[in-house]
């Protein structure tokens, strides 16, 4: 008898497909369980935070066994499984809270055993606390540091595959939640009505006020990549910037989880008002420029962001100071590239961060 996948399980489904999943450091056998046992009518959530779980405890007894690398690389797949199982909800209700609460003390857990210097940063902003962690590489001097942050859903340890790829090229990571996301939201209740260019400033004051961690990029993915094209504009410390499928105008896209996504990171359901906050924070190439280098990349595929979206990051930045890289059958983010397309950019950065500023 063939189970019916209901609608839920469905949009769960196309949200965070086996590309993304493996993108944001699942491991294979966790991403295709979890989609096999959501379609034989187990909860998303659940499914994802036991296969965390059993990474969890493999993780301790190799740590146990002293191999640290297997514990670390096991707590690190844990760590992806609960970013999914906390993505099942959008609003910010008591179960999402605790599974990125688990994500959180799991994330302390990676730091003692990574190769890696893991150390959690507390940012003052709007009375509260900006939140990131900050990975350093064992090489020295570092390179460089990238602030890396995602958008609407992926956040923070979302990005640790970015965080190690940029670590073997001598580069630190500082992997933000900026306002309305992660920690920074849910527990410190910095929404996105704030001024965002502001507080992705203060990641900027932390990686620049330490001469340990080099000059600083910023890499923002999703529309993240509006931030970090904005923040680049007002900032001119940043030596590099990076856009991976931004809206420039973002706008109410005719999508269920992007609706409820984007009133979550305001703290307000009313479409009216989130409509006037994203034209509030749209990127105008008119009044903002971009003088460092900007890498843009775009996905023929994106089912979200089209080409011309993305235009006016371009059109901000001096033409010899500009690069777009087009993947033609690339998804949303490149997710089904994403070996080559962290690849490319973190060598990309490696460049930029190496230079002598002029």
Not at 187 to 205: K, S
Not at 267 to 280: K, L, Q, S, V, Y
Not at 283 to 302: A, K, Q
């Amino acid at each position: 008898m063939t189970t019916e996948i209901s609608p839920m399980t469905l949009a769960l489904q196309r949200a965070m497909s086996l590309t993304r999943l493996l993108d944001c450091g699942m491991d294979y056998a966790d991403a295709t369980a979890l989609h096999a046992r959501t379609s034989n009518g187990e909860q998303w959530d659940a499914v994802a935070e036991a296969l965390a779980a059993a990474q969890f405890a493999r993780a301790a007894l190799a740590a146990d066994g002293g191999h640290l690398v297997t514990a670390a690389d096991a707590q690190a797949n844990g760590i992806a499984a609960l970013l999914f199982a906390q993505m099942a909800f959008n609003d910010d209700v008591p179960r999402k809270r605790s599974l990125y609460a688990q994500l959180s003390g799991a994330t302390r857990r990676l730091a003692d055993w990574s190769d890696k210097a893991i150390e959690r940063v507390e940012l003052p902003f709007a009375g509260a606390q900006l939140i990131g962690w900050l990975v350093r590489p064992c090489a020295k001097p570092v390179r460089g540091t990238v602030i890396v942050f995602g958008g609407q859903s992926g956040w923070g340890l979302a990005y640790w595959p970015v965080a190690r790829a940029l670590a073997a090229r001598g580069l630190a990571t500082l992997l933000a939640e900026g306002p309305g996301q992660g920690e920074t939201r849910l527990e410190q209740g910095i929404f996105l009505d704030v001024d965002v260019t502001a507080a992705y400033r203060r990641f900027v004051d932390h990686v620049t006020a330490d001469a340990t961690l080099g000059r600083a990029g910023i890499w923002g993915n999703s529309i993240g990549g509006l931030w970090a094209a904005s923040t680049a504009a007002a900032d001119p410390r940043i030596a590099a910037c990076c856009v991976n499928g931004a809206l420039a105008s973002p706008t109410l896209l005719p999508f269920r989880t992007f609706v409820e996504q984007a009133a979550a990171m305001l703290g307000n359901d009313d479409p009216d008002a989130i409509t006037a906050n994203f034209a509030r924070l749209r990127f105008e190439p008119r009044r903002e420029s971009i003088g460092c280098p900007l890498l843009v990349l775009h996905g023929g595929d994106d089912p979200l962001i089209r080409l011309e979206d993305q235009q006016p990051f371009l059109d901000a930045a001096q033409a010899e100071n500009a690069t777009l890289k087009i993947w033609p059958d690339g998804e949303h983010t490149i997710y089904n590239h994403s070996a080559e397309r962290t690849a490319f950019v973190c060598d990309w950065f490696a460049e930029q961060l190496s230079r002598q500023p002029v």
